[in-house]
């Protein structure tokens, strides 16, 4: 095809029997990006930057999208994340906006890159109107390239106030919802300060169940006063319920938290603890579902795709007040961290949103602890090449800490897989320490 330059102030002109040759008219997609991934502040040096980027295959990572909702109705005593009680409304609106500002901030970081999975964490983010979360979304589409089956998990409580809008959740494009359950006994509940009763619980996964292919069902153990008998209760009520993938987490009593100040009484002891943590995998596993991670189980093919994302270190944005994000350039690896309090959040976000981000690149001599803290909780781990494909650190630059793991019984010998052992499965901290 005939190539004409011309300045700004020429007429350009057109091989007009080149175009009459032409039988029908081709396709719109004349620019990298495309039209409708240009916005406004889009510069030449951002353009530069994604093909440089591309080149260098940081976009062929997988790219996830965490979204941070910090509210809930009442701060449960053993919470260490950022959550903040309800006090005077829920201001969803103006947060909503902020999130798209954020967004629009990290824009340039992930320009071309789709992105396969979308969480919505807390706080207790079914708190939110359906509209509100519909909004938000409909606003994520039109500024990144979301897969089409893209999985979209929403954090829920059961009580009745949120149970109403699940139906308005799945409209929103929500595929996938996640009940913070903990216990079915009643007792317990109160123990652990949750809001909800057994039977509340029960009726939100039926609800969901009939509306969402994929459910998950959050369950704590070792809990005050409990027995093996006791948490085998809750767990096959939860079996029992249908319910695709159930993560099954120890009480721990976290620093900085009303019960790392002060533990409840009757805390199952070590050997307990134990009795009651492999019951509680055995009856999950006897039922079918895979324990695919450490606290993680799901029926086949139903495990969570965001959290998998997590523990291969792929990238992931992270929005709203207090989350973290990890995104892969050509020449180094950057964590961040946005401000924790709401208020201050919303308030950068309106006025100097780049003050609300705390960026640090990961030391490349930490990175391959970095990797190995997230993949080693995989049961079955990740295949030995991810670890330069995710980080561009070789295995054999670290095979002395690989061969010492193995040594120890921790890691597996397979040359081809980072996989740890049952052993190093049981004792994942000392497996981690080969790689400090």
Request: charged fraction near 25%; glycine fraction near 6%; aromatic fraction near 8%.
């Amino acid at each position: 095809m005939k190539i004409i330059r011309i300045s700004n102030d020429e007429q350009p002109e057109f091989d007009r029997e080149l175009i009459a040759s032409l039988p029908a008219s081709g396709p719109r997609y004349t620019s990298y990006p495309t039209a409708d991934r240009f916005y406004k502040d889009f510069n030449e040096q951002e353009y530069i930057r994604t093909l440089e980027l591309r080149q260098a295959g940081a976009l062929n990572k997988p790219l996830s999208l965490y979204i941070h909702i910090p509210w809930c109705i009442k701060k449960c005593p053993y919470c260490d994340f950022n959550s903040h009680s309800l006090k005077n409304g829920l201001p969803e609106a103006a947060y909503i906006d902020a999130l798209l500002t954020d967004l629009q901030l990290e824009l340039p970081n992930i320009w071309g890159r789709p992105v396969e999975t979308i969480f919505f964490g807390g706080g207790t983010p079914s708190l939110f109107q359906a509209e509100s979360i519909d909004r938000l979304l409909s606003g994520v589409r039109s500024l990144l390239r979301l897969q089409p089956e893209a999985e979209i998990t929403l954090e829920a409580n059961p009580g009745t106030f949120e149970i109403e809008k699940f139906q308005g959740f799945k409209d929103a494009g929500i595929t996938r919802l996640s009940i913070g359950v903990q216990s079915f006994n009643d007792d317990m509940l109160a123990r652990l300060g949750r809001v909800h009763n057994g039977k509340e619980a029960l009726t939100a996964i039926a609800t969901a169940l009939k509306l969402f292919d994929k459910v998950n069902i959050d369950l704590m153990y070792a809990l005050p006063n409990q027995t093996v008998r006791t948490a085998l209760d809750d767990v096959q009520t939860a079996i029992a319920t249908g319910a695709t993938h159930i993560s099954a987490y120890h009480l721990t009593m976290e620093p900085n938290t009303p019960f790392g100040h002060t533990p409840p009484k009757g805390l199952p002891q070590d050997e307990a603890a134990l009795d009651i943590e492999d019951a509680v995998h055995g009856a999950l596993e006897g039922a079918g579902f895979i324990h695919y991670e450490t606290s993680a189980f799901a029926k086949p093919a139903m495990q969570c795709r965001h959290n998998l994302n997590y523990w291969q270190f792929g990238d992931y944005l992270g929005i709203g007040a207090g989350a973290h994000g990890k995104i892969s350039y050509p020449d180094r690896i950057e964590r961040t961290v946005r401000r924790r309090h709401p208020n201050d959040y919303l308030a950068l976000m309106q006025s100097q949103p780049s003050e609300a981000v705390e960026r640090k690149t990961i030391a490349a001599e930490d990175l391959p602890f970095e990797f190995m803290m997230n993949a080693l909780r995989l049961t079955d781990g990740v295949p030995a090449a991810m670890l330069q494909e995710r980080t561009g650190v070789p295995a054999a630059k670290i095979m002395a800490q690989i061969e010492t793991a193995r040594q120890r019984g921790l890691l597996e010998t397979d040359p081809t897989a980072f996989r740890p052992t049952e052993r190093g499965r049981l004792f994942l901290n000392d497996l981690l320490q080969c790689f400090l």
